[in-house]
């Protein structure tokens, strides 16, 4: 590994896919990859699956640098057993090294794995998710009907199921709606090169139901209320924007722009019409008691920004 650069580390899963996990090593310039699979001793198929452990393995073997692998033979078909797995990876992988990086491939392996990876990743800090998009299939379209079909009538991969199983569920706050239409006006104010500066900022927000300081009362001198106001804007959106990473100074620090995470909360959360839209100033008060978990939205973010 160079020296001075993090250890990167990757999870991933094998089923029956190969360069979904091997592309990936060798595009982040992997140290250490952990892949889970399943082999059930004496079944039927437990030669095909460990055919593409094996071919995955060898082709790691084959690249130039050194790569540690680590095999994780476990039931890939149940969230739960996936779920504490992936967590098991990353909380191991960070108590011997805090510095490390953790990329979790949530593009391989099984439907379970790949969705309780996706929220093992949201739950603990250093970890980057990733998906690996399909540039070109091993099946043709002239092979499609021939392999996907029954009787002439399409069925797919898949011919009969087992009973259908509840997961467990987690609860996953999203943020605050105020802060991400802020933020939007934000936005739109400087794709419009208009200002905004705390007092044309806090005028939009009047204007757009989400100020929610009631700060025109009169035992605030009339002088006083645009430094108060922007006190607040300062306290209840600037502040809380930079520190979920949603904006920054720009270059000569007048303003500020959104990051790239920023933007995906825009185009993520709240696109619709507003339940503000049209709603009494006052309102919005209620938004300062909504619980919310940073990190975990910090997380989705960086999961929509990296399958863009």
Same mark, same amino acid.
């Given at each position: ?9 990757? @999870? ?20 250490? $990859? &952990?892949?889970? &699979? ?17 071919? $995955? ?5 084959? /690249? *130039?640098?050194?790569?540690?692998? @680590? ?12 779920? #504490?797995? $992936? ?7 960070? +108590? ?20 309780? =990876?996706?929220?093992? +990743? ?8 990733? *998906? ?8 043709s379209d002239d092979m499609i009907e021939?392999?996907? /079909? ?33 933020? #939007?006006?934000?936005?739109? #104010? ?5 200002? @905004? =500066?705390?007092? &044309? ?29 922007? $006190? /607040? ?6 502040? #809380?924007? =930079? ?38 100033? &006052? ?26």
């Amino acid at each position: 590994m160079p020296s001075g650069r993090k250890k990167r580390i990757m @999870v991933a899963c094998v089923t029956f896919e190969t360069v979904k996990v091997t592309d990936p090593v060798e595009y982040y310039e992997i140290n250490k $990859v &952990h892949i889970i &699979h399943y082999l059930k001793e004496g079944a039927a198929k437990a030669g095909t699956y460990a055919a593409f452990y094996d071919r $995955v393995v060898e082709i790691i073997d084959d /690249y *130039s640098r050194d790569v540690e692998v @680590v095999e994780h033979n476990e039931r890939v078909s149940d969230f739960g057993v996936m779920l #504490r797995t $992936v967590l098991s990876i990353i909380q191991s992988e960070k +108590a011997e090294d805090p510095d490390c990086e953790i990329y979790i491939n949530v593009s391989s392996g099984s439907p379970e794995y790949a969705a309780a =990876s996706a929220i093992a +990743a949201m739950m603990e800090e250093g970890t980057i998710p990733f *998906s690996v998009g399909v540039r070109e299939y091993t099946v043709s379209d002239d092979m499609i009907e021939d392999l996907y /079909y029954m009787e002439g009538k399409p069925v797919g991969l898949c011919k009969a199921t087992y009973e259908p199983r509840a997961l467990p569920t987690y609860v996953i706050d999203i943020p605050p709606e105020y802060l991400v239409r802020g933020l #939007r006006i934000l936005a739109e #104010r400087n794709a419009a090169k208009l200002p @905004v =500066s705390s007092r &044309h900022m806090v005028e939009a927000l009047k204007s757009a139901g989400l100020w929610f300081r009631d700060t025109e009362r009169s035992d605030v001198p009339p002088s006083k209320v645009k430094q108060v106001e922007a $006190v /607040y804007y300062q306290r209840d959106f600037t502040y #809380r924007w =930079s520190t979920l990473g949603w904006v920054k100074r720009d270059e000569h620090g007048r303003k500020f722009v959104l990051t790239p995470l920023g933007q995906n909360a825009i185009d993520t959360f709240y696109v619709k019409r507003s339940a503000f839209d049209g709603a009494d100033v &006052h309102r919005c008060s209620v938004l300062r008691r909504l619980p919310f978990d940073n990190s975990i939205t910090h997380h989705l973010l960086q999961l929509n920004r990296n399958s863009v």
